[in-house]
Each structure stands twice: as structure tokens, then as C-alpha cells.
């Protein structure tokens, strides 16, 4: 069987990245140590959707990714911290989603993000993609 599926006009889109810290904590000889970690928050909006996620490295890490090479960027990111909304209705937390990362340029990198809600055991099923640019320069030293 072989379906196509109409791609949806999103009004007033908005992508909005912010610099955000969390404390990171670990036992070392029996203590405590926590540590600051700086990172960045992603949120996409528009009228009727958002999607926001948010990475658990440091956000420098991002500077180990090789040039003009594709990443899976799930690694990076915070598990059940991932959410899609949809106006009037209930979030989904941690859809399934396939999420890359690319590096170019210098510190250029482009974002895709391929989402199912399926498998959530939803009354109402979605699938999309967004797609983010940013330049790593605009955060590093916020």
C-alpha cells in the first residue's frame, strides 16, 4: 500500500532557543558533588502546535560534532523532557521521534526532528517534521 500525506500549513511559527543551566549530581568518595551544567531549550510554536525539548550536555559538546556530518541527536537530549502539543488537547511526552543533528559552516548547525505520536496510545495520531537553524555563537557566552 503506498499513502501520501498532505502537509499541513503552520501559521505564526516561532522557534525560540534560550541558554538554560541545571545542576548535575553525582557521589564521589562517598560525598555529594554537584556540578552546573549550561545547555540550551528548544521551543518551536506556532497557532495550533509547540514542541519543545531540551539537551542534558554541556552545551559546548556540541563542538565535538564533526563538519558536514549528520549525528543522531537523541543522545543529547533529556528523556521525558521531550513534549508535542496540540492545542485543546493532551501533550504527548517522548514521542517516538527520529532526531538529527548537522554541523556546518563553523558553528552552524540545522536541527530535524521526524515525529510519530502512534504508539502513545492516543485517540488522535499525528506525524510531522521541523526543521531548526541556529549559529552555537549566539549562546556560547550567555
Known amino acids: 500500500m503506498f499513502k501520501v500525506g498532505k502537509i499541513k500549513q503552520v501559521l505564526n ?4 532557543i534560550k541558554p538554560v543551566e541545571y545542576e548535575k549530581a553525582h557521589f564521589e568518595d562517598g560525598k ?3 556540578e552546573t551544567i549550561k545547555t540550551l531549550a528548544f521551543k518551536i510554536t506556532s497557532d495550533n502546535y509547540s514542541f519543545e525539548f531540551m539537551m542534558n550536555k554541556e552545551l559546548t559538546s556540541l563542538l ?3 563538519m558536514n556530518e549528520q ?20 501533550s504527548y511526552m517522548d514521542p517516538n521521534m527520529e532526531i538529527t543533528i548537522y554541523r556546518y559552516l563553523e558553528n552552524s548547525y540545522e536541527i530535524t526532528v521526524h515525529f ?3 504508539e502513545l496510545n492516543s485517540t488522535i ?3 510531522g517534521f521541523l526543521q531548526v537553524s541556529f549559529d552555537l555563537n549566539d549562546y556560547l557566552n550567555k
Do not use: A, R
Open 13 to 16: 511559527e516561532k522557534v525560540t
Open 64 to 66: 565535538d560534532i564533526p
Open 116 to 118: 510519530d505520536t502512534s
Open 125 to 127: 495520531d499525528f506525524s
Open 32 to 34: 555529594s558533588k554537584y
Open 71 to 90: 549525528v543522531d541527536f537523541n543522545e543529547y537530549l533529556f528523556t521525558g523532557e521531550t513534549f508535542f502539543n496540540v492545542k485543546d488537547k493532551p
